[in-house]
């Protein structure tokens, strides 16, 4: 009984010291025969927090993953393909599954369209 109890808690200080991570993979909607390759983020990196899915595009764009001239034609996907906004929080994601591992990644979809969303106006 003891065991149990022993096992119990080292595998709960072991899921609590192991830093979250994202996962997430690049697909080139405009070129088909580009490779898809996955990446993983740490969340809890002491120089950079990340909280939001917006901070996690900075950080590729700002390291240079992704060139600044594809900022307006990327976004992303879920794994149910919902598209996932920018404002929506990192850990709610995971918590659901969403980028929890390298077989349960998110999508950053990269097309050669800009995108952008039409208003209807009534006259």
């Known amino acids: 009984m003891v065991y149990g109890v ?11 010291d ?14 088909p025969t580009v490779p898809v390759v996955t990446q993983c983020v740490r969340l809890n990196v ?3 927090k990340f909280k939001l899915v917006a901070q ?4 590729i764009f700002n390291s240079r993953y992704l060139p600044a001239h594809l900022r307006t034609k990327v976004y992303w996907k879920g794994l149910c393909g919902q598209k996932i906004e920018e404002h929506e929080l990192l850990q709610a994601l995971l918590e659901v599954g ?7 990644c ?3 979809n ?3 369209l800009l995108i952008f969303t039409l ?3 009534v006259l």
């Open 56 to 59: 996690l595009m900075n950080h």
């Open 110 to 112: 990269i097309s050669a």
């Open 18 to 31: 192991s830093l979250p991570a994202v996962w997430f993979s690049y697909h080139y909607l405009h070129k």
């Open 106 to 108: 998110l999508c950053l």
């Open 6 to 16: 022993t096992v119990f808690l080292i595998l709960t200080l072991f899921a609590t």
């Open 46 to 48: 002491p120089e950079m």
């Open 119 to 121: 208003k209807s106006t």
């Open 98 to 104: 969403d980028g929890a591992s390298e077989t349960l």
